[in-house]
């Protein structure tokens, strides 16, 4: 099974929250986790805005990053290209979603052309879970 993790799904791996036994339970079962190049960005920020807001100590903000870290070069990373770009302004446009959204769906698209196979979608954003199954991708379920 091939699993794309959009990054409000790969953040659930390093913090406890809604969401997260089923994220690392479905990650496990899986031959593959990948995921855009973009989320490195978007979990580092969103990994900083918690520190920020108190909810780590400094200790296990620095664990949380080396953690990620060294999981980082294990993902399957979808790199952003003009071409995915394109895919992902078309995506926006017809489904009404985020710029950052939209790359992860183009993303996903693009891991299920490469591979000739099933994908796995795990997103917490309902608006990106729409338009995914609109798009054939199959959502984690949980959700």
């Given at each position: 099974?091939?699993?794309?993790l959009?990054?409000?799904?790969?953040?659930?791996?390093?913090?406890e929250?809604?969401g997260?036994?089923?994220?690392r339970e479905?990650?496990?079962?899986?031959?593959?986790?990948?995921?855009?190049?973009?989320a490195?960005?978007?979990?580092?920020?969103?990994?900083?805005?918690?520190?920020?807001?108190?909810?780590?100590?400094?200790?296990?903000?620095?664990?949380?990053?080396q953690?990620f870290?060294?999981?980082w070069?294990h993902?399957?990373?979808?790199?952003v290209?003009?071409?995915?770009?394109?895919?992902?302004?078309?995506?926006a446009?017809?489904?009404?979603?985020?710029?950052y959204?939209?790359?992860h769906?183009?993303?996903?698209?693009?891991?299920?052309?490469r591979?000739?196979e099933?994908?796995?979608?795990?997103?917490w954003?309902?608006n990106?879970?729409?338009?995914?199954?609109?798009?054939g991708?199959?959502?984690?379920?949980?959700?």
């Amino acid at each position: 099974m091939k699993l794309y993790l959009d990054t409000s799904a790969l953040v659930k791996l390093y913090v406890e929250e809604e969401g997260s036994s089923l994220v690392r339970e479905t990650v496990q079962q899986t031959e593959t986790v990948a995921t855009s190049a973009i989320a490195y960005v978007e979990a580092r920020a969103a990994f900083s805005r918690r520190r920020r807001e108190r909810h780590f100590s400094s200790g296990d903000y620095r664990r949380v990053i080396q953690d990620f870290d060294a999981d980082w070069e294990h993902y399957i990373l979808l790199e952003v290209t003009d071409s995915l770009i394109r895919k992902a302004a078309e995506l926006a446009e017809s489904h009404a979603l985020r710029a950052y959204d939209a790359i992860h769906l183009a993303s996903a698209k693009v891991l299920r052309e490469r591979l000739r196979e099933h994908v796995l979608f795990a997103s917490w954003d309902s608006n990106l879970l729409t338009a995914a199954r609109h798009e054939g991708l199959e959502p984690v379920r949980g959700r």
